[in-house]
């Protein structure tokens, strides 16, 4: 398994259809949730996944302040591959470039409320009242370092 950290300009055409491919898998398919997963955001990502043999197992972006929200942000985090601690892995190294990239002195997710649980594991704390977007609920969370 391979750790992948890159800005939009520099993934490989492959790299990018593997990426979309696995979040419309996730978002829209499994979910069964009809919205707009390819946006502008994704040209000013740091794109972070775990691949192995070409498949994207673990996924998710980086966003600099002023930039989706005013603090950093991770986002669009999935796993392909459930069961075996790659959430908890690809959490943690969005982190690491969060900090390492921006200096982020704290992180801000939009979380789906049923994943609560996983975020407060990695030491998020929720900031929000339950939101609706996409019709899912959702909360903020934030995370310091």
Same mark, same amino acid.
């Given at each position: 398994?391979?750790?992948?950290?890159?800005?939009?300009?520099?993934?490989?055409?492959?790299?990018?259809?593997?990426?979309?491919?696995?979040?419309?898998?996730?978002?829209?398919?499994?979910?069964?949730?009809?919205?707009?997963?390819?946006?502008?955001?994704? @040209?000013? /990502?740091?794109? $972070?996944?775990?691949? +192995?043999?070409?498949? !994207?197992? *673990?996924? =998710?972006?980086?966003?600099?302040?002023?930039?989706?929200?005013?603090?950093?942000?991770?986002?669009?985090?999935?796993?392909?591959?459930?069961?075996?601690?790659?959430?908890?892995?690809?959490?943690?190294?969005?982190? @690491?470039? /969060?900090?390492? $990239?921006?200096?982020? +002195?704290?992180?801000? !997710?939009? *979380?789906? =409320?049923?994943?609560?649980?996983?975020?407060?594991?990695?030491?998020?704390?929720?900031?929000?009242?339950?939101?609706?977007?996409?019709?899912?609920?959702?909360?903020?969370?934030?995370?310091?370092?």
């Amino acid at each position: 398994m391979e750790l992948v950290i890159k800005k939009f300009e520099d993934l490989s055409l492959f790299e990018l259809y593997e990426i979309a491919k696995a979040r419309q898998n996730v978002f829209i398919v499994e979910q069964n949730c009809a919205y707009q997963d390819l946006d502008d955001y994704d @040209k000013r /990502a740091i794109h $972070v996944f775990f691949c +192995e043999s070409g498949k !994207v197992l *673990a996924y =998710l972006r980086v966003l600099d302040k002023n930039t989706k929200f005013s603090e950093v942000s991770i986002g669009r985090i999935i796993t392909t591959e459930r069961g075996k601690g790659l959430g908890a892995k690809i959490v943690q190294e969005g982190l @690491k470039v /969060a900090k390492s $990239v921006y200096n982020a +002195e704290m992180v801000l !997710v939009g *979380a789906q =409320l049923y994943a609560k649980g996983f975020y407060e594991k990695q030491g998020f704390l929720k900031c929000s009242d339950v939101y609706l977007e996409d019709g899912i609920e959702h909360i903020y969370m934030r995370r310091k370092f």
